[in-house]
C-alpha cells in the first residue's frame, strides 16, 4: 500500500488510489466539479489542483494516482492561486444570476466561488450564452451557466446507459446538449439535477418554487416501485414540495427514479380529504362518525364469509396488519394483497423477495431475466445492473417480449415454454448459467400474475436449484416486485386464510353477489367493475378508481404523510417517515382502522404507533431488523403443473403512470404524453 | 463551420447512404484499426461523406456513419462539430478558405480577405447569392512559406494579393481552374527570383566553398 504525506500527514492509502481519494480518506477537503465518486474520471474542471512536490506544475488530484513517497499540499499558496485562476476563468462566462437560479443556496459554484473567488472580476468583455435548449418536461437546463464538467454527459451515457448527451462544438462554442432537439428519455434523469454542480440542470417542475434553506427535510422511503429508495421529502408548511435521494450503498446508491422523484406534484391533487358516503348514486361529503357508523354496519351485518378485503401497492405495513385484524376479528379470511393477482405463496419468504439483495448483484456474473423489464418496473435496480454490465465478464439473457434494455441481453424467447426447456435440459443457455459463478435468476412480478404463476414458480425454482444459482453462499433466485407494499403485505399474511378467497375469487363473488362488502385499502389497480352489486368501502389517499366505486370513502394518509413500515423487494424493512399531516380530515390509515373496529364494537389491542408496532413484533420479529436483510431459508416452492403458451407481458404499460399518485400528478401525465414510448393522447388530467 | 447556423435549422436531407463505391473504401478505412476499435474510423469516414455529399456533412450522413461504427448519434455528433473542417451546412461549390493566421497575415491576408469580399459581396462565413462562393477564415493552412494562401476546395492558391485574388475569383467565376500553387514567378516553394542558397557551393578544390 502506497505511503504519502498529505498536508504534513502521512497517510496509507490502497494502490490505485487517486490523490484526492487519498485526501477524502485522510479527511482533507478538494474542491472539485467534475469529478463524482460514482462516475468515470474527467479532470476537465481543474478546481481540483493541488501543489506536488517535484512536480512541475500543479496537478488535478481527481485524476492523479498515487504513488509511494508522494508529498502532496492542499492548500499551499501555489495550490491557492490555481483554484482562484481556475475559479476567475469559470466566471468569466457563468451568468452572476444567483438571485434568479434554482441552485441558489445549494450550489457548488457558489459555495467554491465564496472561498476561491475574487470580489470583482477582470474581463471586460461580453459573457458567452447559449441558446436555449429544452431538455423535456422533467430537466430544465439553462446551458448559459453551464462549466461544462460533464457530469450529466457522463451518468446519461454509463449510469443511465442512454447516451444521448455530449459536448458539441470547441473552445468558447462548446455546448452541453443533445445536438439534435430531443427530450433526455431516460427514467432516471432526474438525478442530473442533483449531478449539476451548478443551475445549468434544475428541476423543471420544482422552478422557482422554494428556497432550500427553507424547506423542512424528512428523511423516508419511496414506494413509486418495490426498491424502496430512501429518500429526503422536502417540504414547507403543509407541502411536499420536492425529493431527492439518500446515500444508501446497498438499496439505491444515490440514484431515484423520475416516477420516484417528480410525482410529488400529484399529492396535493385528486386528494380525498373527507370522508363521503354515497347517497342517491353520487357520494356526498360525511362527517368522520356518519361514516364509520355505515361502513361499520355493513361490515357488521354481513356474514364473516360475505366481506373480504383487497390492500393496494402503497400500504404501510402497520395499516395492513390493523385491516387485517379487523376482518379477522369479524372472522372473515378472504384478504388479498396482490391486486395484480400474483400467485405467490406468502408461506415462503424466499419465493418472493429478491433473495441475493440488490447489491448481490456486483457479485453476479449472468443474469436471466424471466418476464421483467426492469427498466421500468425498478429503474434503479436496472441502473446496477447495467453497472454490473460495465464491469465486463458479464451476460444476460432475457425471457420475455423485446425491450429497449440498457445492457446487451441475449434473446431467449418470450414464453414459459424456454423456461420448461431449460429445466428439461433442452436449451444451449443451461450450460451458460451452469457454468457461472454467481448465476442470478430474476423473476418479475407478472411472470407470476397469471394463472399458471404456481407452475412457473416451480419451474424457476427448479432451475435456480439446477443450475446452482442457490448455495450456502450464495442465494441468487430474485423476484422483482414493483408494488412497495407487496412484500410487506406477504410477510404479514396478507392473503387468503383457509377456506378464504384470493382477489380472483373476492371479485368473483363480488359480481355474483357471494361477497358483499369490499374493503379496498388504497387498491385501485385492477378492474373495478368486477365488484358487480357489492358495497365497496374505499380507504385511501386519492380520488382513483377504487374512490370512484366507493359507496363510502375513508380518507387516508399518502406515504409522505403518515409513519409508516415498508419492506421493499429484497426484504428490507425500512421506516417511512411523516414530512406533513394529511390534508383536511384525512388521518393516518391505521388510526382509521382502529376507529373503525371501535365502532365494530372489536378494539384493536392499540391505542398509539408504538404500541401497533410492539404487537407488530410480537407476532412477526422480522420487523425489528430496520434497515438490514434478514436472511431467508431456502425451501421449495410453486405446484408443478401445466403451462400455458402465452407469452410473458410486462405489467407496466406507462412507466410515469402506475399508481394513484403518479396518477394525479401533472407532471407525470406530461411525460406519459411526451417522453413515453408510445405516446398517449392527451387525457383530461394533462396540464 | 458548425451546424447551428444563427439558430435557424438548416435543411436537412432525410436519408443519406455512401455510394456502393465509398462503402468499400469506408470498409478498408474501418479495417485499419483493431477490433472492436472501429469507432476510431469516424473522421475519415466523416471527410468521405463530405466528399460525397457537396462538400458538407448532413445530420443524416453523422447518423449513418453513427449506425456503421456501433456509436451513439451524439458521439459522432461531438467530433463533427468539433473539428472546424467539417462544414455542417450546405457551403457553394466554390469553397473559399482564407488563412489569417500570422505568417499570411503580416504577408496580406487582409488584401486577400478584402479582395474576396469586395469582389462576391459577401462576408466571412456567408455563401453569394448565387450560391456559387462560400468563405471561410480558417487557421493555419500548413502553407506559410509562400503565404499569404487562399484555399478553394482541394487546391491551394498561393502568394496571392488584392489583384491577383480578384483575378482568380474572375478566373472561377467563369468556370476555370486556374492552375494551383504559386501565384508569382515561383517554382512550389522554392525561393522567389531563383535559388539563394548553395549558388557558389564548388567540389572541385576551387571558390570560395564554406
Same mark, same amino acid.
Given at each position: ?124 468583455? =461580453? ?76 428541476s423543471k417542475p420544482y422552478a422557482f418554487e422554494a428556497r ?95 366481506? =373480504? ?235 382513483? =378508481? ?57 378494539a384493536l389491542p392499540y391505542d398509539s404507533l ?58 407525470? =401525465? ?18 | ?29 474501418? #479495417? ?16 468521405? #461523406? ?25 458521439? +459522432? ?20 478558405? +482564407? ?12 488584401? +486577400? ?15 453569394? #447569392? ?5 468563405? +471561410? ?51 512550389? #516553394? ?21
Amino acid at each position: 500500500m502506497p505511503k504519502l504525506t498529505i498536508n504534513g500527514t502521512e497517510v496509507e492509502v490502497p494502490p490505485g488510489y487517486t490523490i484526492l481519494q487519498a485526501c477524502n480518506q485522510a479527511g482533507i477537503e478538494v474542491p472539485h466539479f467534475c469529478f463524482h465518486q460514482r462516475l468515470a474520471i474527467a479532470g476537465n474542471c481543474r478546481m481540483c489542483l493541488v501543489e506536488q512536490e517535484k512536480a512541475p506544475k500543479p496537478v488535478a488530484s481527481c485524476a492523479m494516482p498515487v504513488a509511494d513517497g508522494m508529498v502532496v499540499h492542499t492548500n499551499s499558496p501555489l495550490a491557492q492561486k490555481a483554484r482562484k485562476g481556475v475559479m476567475e476563468f469559470l466566471l468569466i462566462n457563468h451568468p452572476l444570476d444567483c438571485p434568479i437560479c434554482d441552485q441558489g443556496g445549494e450550489c457548488d459554484l457558489q459555495d467554491e466561488a465564496m472561498a476561491y473567488g475574487k470580489d470583482r472580476g477582470r474581463y471586460q468583455e =461580453a459573457k458567452r450564452a447559449v441558446r436555449a435548449k429544452d431538455f423535456g418536461p422533467l430537466v430544465k437546463a439553462t446551458m448559459t451557466r453551464c462549466i461544462h464538467c460533464t457530469r450529466c454527459i457522463r451518468f446519461a451515457a454509463d449510469v443511465a446507459g442512454v447516451p444521448d448527451l455530449g459536448g458539441t462544438g470547441r473552445g468558447e462554442n462548446m455546448e452541453v446538449g443533445t445536438y439534435v432537439e430531443k427530450a433526455l428519455t431516460s427514467e432516471l434523469s432526474g438525478n442530473m439535477i442533483d449531478l449539476c454542480p451548478v443551475g445549468a440542470l434544475t428541476s423543471k417542475p420544482y422552478a422557482f418554487e422554494a428556497r432550500a434553506w427553507e424547506l423542512r427535510k424528512t428523511e423516508s422511503i419511496d414506494v413509486v416501485d418495490a426498491v424502496g429508495t430512501n429518500i429526503r421529502l422536502d417540504a414547507r408548511g403543509q407541502a411536499v414540495l420536492r425529493i431527492l435521494p439518500r446515500v444508501n450503498e446497498d438499496v439505491n446508491e444515490e440514484w431515484l427514479s423520475d416516477k420516484g422523484r417528480f410525482v410529488v406534484d400529484g399529492l396535493l391533487k385528486r386528494r380525498l380529504d373527507r370522508p363521503y358516503i354515497r347517497r342517491n348514486g353520487k357520494l356526498v361529503e360525511a362527517s368522520w362518525p356518519e361514516a364509520l357508523t355505515i361502513a361499520a354496519e355493513r361490515l357488521g351485518k354481513a356474514s364473516a364469509d360475505r366481506i =373480504a378485503a383487497i390492500a393496494g401497492d402503497l400500504c404501510d405495513v402497520e395499516s395492513m396488519l390493523a385491516l387485517k385484524e379487523v376482518m379477522t376479528s369479524l372472522g372473515s379470511t378472504n384478504l388479498d394483497c396482490r391486486q395484480d393477482g400474483a400467485k405467490t405463496p406468502a408461506a415462503v419468504r424466499s419465493s418472493y423477495i429478491f433473495n441475493s439483495a440488490i447489491a448481490g448483484i456486483d457479485k453476479a456474473d449472468v443474469v436471466l431475466l424471466i418476464g421483467t423489464n426492469p427498466r421500468q418496473e425498478a429503474p434503479v435496480i436496472n441502473a446496477r445492473l447495467r453497472k454490473r454490465y460495465l464491469k465486463g465478464g458479464f451476460k444476460a439473457g432475457q425471457i420475455g417480449p423485446f425491450f429497449d434494455s440498457t445492457f446487451p441481453v441475449t434473446a431467449l424467447g418470450e414464453g414459459p415454454a424456454v423456461l420448461q426447456a431449460l429445466v428439461e435440459g433442452n436449451h444451449a443457455w443451461l450450460d451458460v448459467l451452469k457454468s457461472a459463478q454467481n448465476p442470478m435468476i430474476i423473476m418479475g412480478s407478472g411472470a407470476v400474475a397469471r394463472a399458471d404463476g404456481l407452475a412457473i414458480l416451480d419451474l424457476a425454482c427448479r432451475l435456480a436449484d439446477a443450475v446452482g444459482a442457490v448455495r450456502e453462499d450464495w442465494n441468487g433466485f430474485n423476484v422483482l416486485q414493483r408494488a412497495a407494499s407487496r412484500v410487506g403485505g406477504l410477510d404479514i399474511g396478507f392473503v387468503p386464510g383457509p377456506g378464504g378467497r384470493d382477489l380472483d375469487g373476492i371479485l368473483d363473488g363480488a359480481s355474483k353477489g357471494e361477497v358483499e362488502v369490499v374493503y379496498l385499502l388504497g387498491a385501485d389497480e385492477f378492474d373495478v367493475s368486477r365488484l358487480g352489486n357489492a358495497f365497496v368501502i374505499y380507504q385511501g389517499h386519492h380520488g382513483d =378508481a377504487g374512490a370512484g366505486r366507493a359507496d363510502i370513502v375513508l380518507p387516508g394518509a399518502a406515504y409522505t404523510e403518515k409513519n409508516g413500515t415498508y419492506v421493499n423487494t429484497e426484504g428490507r424493512v425500512q421506516l417511512g417517515r411523516l414530512a406533513v399531516y394529511p390534508p383536511g380530515e384525512a388521518k393516518e390509515d391505521w388510526r382509521v382502522l382502529r376507529a373503525l373496529s371501535e365502532h365494530l364494537g372489536r378494539a384493536l389491542p392499540y391505542d398509539s404507533l408504538p404500541q401497533l408496532r410492539q404487537h407488530m413484533l410480537s407476532l412477526f420479529p422480522l420487523f425489528a431488523q430496520v434497515d438490514d436483510v434478514v436472511a431467508t431459508a431456502w425451501q421449495d416452492f410453486g405446484v408443478q403443473g401445466p403451462v400455458s403458451g402465452a407469452d410473458f407481458a410486462y405489467p407496466i404499460d406507462t412507466y410515469y403512470m402506475t399508481d394513484p399518485i403518479s396518477r394525479a400528478s401533472p407532471t407525470m =401525465a406530461e411525460c406519459a404524453v411526451s417522453l413515453a414510448p408510445n405516446p398517449l393522447s392527451k387525457t383530461g388530467t394533462h396540464g | 463551420m458548425s451546424g447551428d447556423n444563427g439558430g435557424n435549422p438548416v435543411e436537412q436531407p432525410a436519408s443519406f447512404e455512401f455510394t456502393p463505391e465509398n462503402i468499400a473504401r469506408a470498409r478498408a478505412l474501418i #479495417a485499419k484499426y483493431p477490433e472492436g476499435r472501429q469507432a476510431s474510423a469516424v473522421l475519415p469516414l466523416l471527410y468521405l #461523406a463530405q466528399e460525397q455529399h457537396e462538400n458538407w456533412v448532413p445530420r443524416a450522413a453523422m447518423d449513418y456513419i453513427g449506425a456503421m461504427l456501433d456509436m451513439a448519434p451524439i458521439r +459522432v455528433y461531438e467530433v463533427a462539430t468539433f473539428y472546424t473542417m467539417f462544414n455542417l451546412r450546405p457551403v457553394g461549390p466554390y469553397f473559399l478558405q +482564407v488563412c489569417t493566421t500570422t505568417p499570411c497575415w503580416l504577408r496580406g491576408s487582409d488584401a +486577400v480577405l478584402d479582395a474576396c469580399r469586395s469582389k462576391l459581396g459577401i462576408d466571412i462565413d456567408e455563401r453569394t #447569392a448565387d450560391g456559387r462562393f462560400t468563405i +471561410v477564415e480558417v487557421e493555419c493552412l500548413g502553407a506559410c512559406v509562400n503565404a499569404p494562401v487562399l484555399r478553394v476546395n482541394d487546391d491551394n492558391y498561393e502568394d496571392l494579393d488584392g489583384p491577383r485574388t480578384l483575378a482568380l475569383l474572375d478566373a472561377l467565376a467563369r468556370g476555370e481552374k486556374p492552375p494551383r500553387g504559386p501565384t508569382i514567378e515561383r517554382q512550389n #516553394a522554392a525561393p522567389v527570383g531563383g535559388p539563394t542558397t548553395l549558388t557558389t557551393l564548388r567540389f572541385d578544390g576551387g571558390g570560395d566553398a564554406a
